[in-house]
């Protein structure tokens, strides 16, 4: 079981909060079912909220000179992120593809970057922008594409309630804004077979 005490949240105060929650919905919290309900809640939200504490840029510091200048794409990231609306969760895969100025890095970072800011309350529009602007600007490439598609259980378990619904969004920086050519690539290569 993994408590991760070295990060800025708060369990002591998630747990009182979580007490106060099933008081107010009407629930008894020192019921069997419920009594570690608290801690467990404590524990998850230090998990899927790390990323606040974390510097997703730093994921890739350590690069490699290469003379490849073509597209490098990671698809299908799967990634588990929470809506700061409902704090309800949203997932799905995140697709990232840049062209190197000569500075490569390894590919698991671009997954990490995908995480780190997904472990934290987002909004998908941002978290797109966000990942995209990190490669960029960290990698200096020449351009970066990122597509996320996520269904969202604010939308699917509540609200309209329509299970299966996918959000799609996009940040396209460099040579992929503007170059359709170098876009419909990416795309092609993206949504091409599995």
């Known amino acids: 079981m993994a408590i991760f005490s070295d990060t800025g949240i708060d369990q002591a105060r998630i747990r009182a909060a979580v007490v106060e929650m099933l008081e107010a919905i009407g629930e008894d919290p020192s019921r069997e079912g419920l009594l570690d309900t608290p801690r467990r809640i404590a524990e998850m939200y230090a998990e899927i909220f790390q990323g606040l504490d974390e510097d997703p840029a730093a994921y890739l510091k350590v690069g490699f000179e290469v003379a490849h200048d073509e597209m490098v794409i990671l698809r299908n990231i799967p990634f588990y992120s ?113």
């Not at 609306?85 to 997932?91: D, R, T, V």
């Open 82 to 194: 929470v809506c700061e609306h409902h704090l309800l969760p949203f997932h799905g895969e995140a697709h990232v593809g840049y062209l190197p100025d000569g500075r490569v890095v390894g590919i698991s970072k671009l997954a990490r970057v995908v995480e780190s800011f997904a472990r934290r309350p987002q909004i998908q529009e941002r978290l797109t922008s966000q990942v995209a602007e990190t490669v960029v600007e960290a990698l200096e490439a020449d351009g970066v594409a990122v597509v996320v598609e996520a269904e969202h259980l604010c939308m699917t378990m509540r609200g309209v309630r329509k299970p299966g619904s996918r959000m799609v969004t996009s940040a396209m920086r460099g040579q992929f804004k503007r170059s359709s050519v170098t876009r419909s690539e990416f795309l092609a290569l993206v949504h091409g077979s599995s």
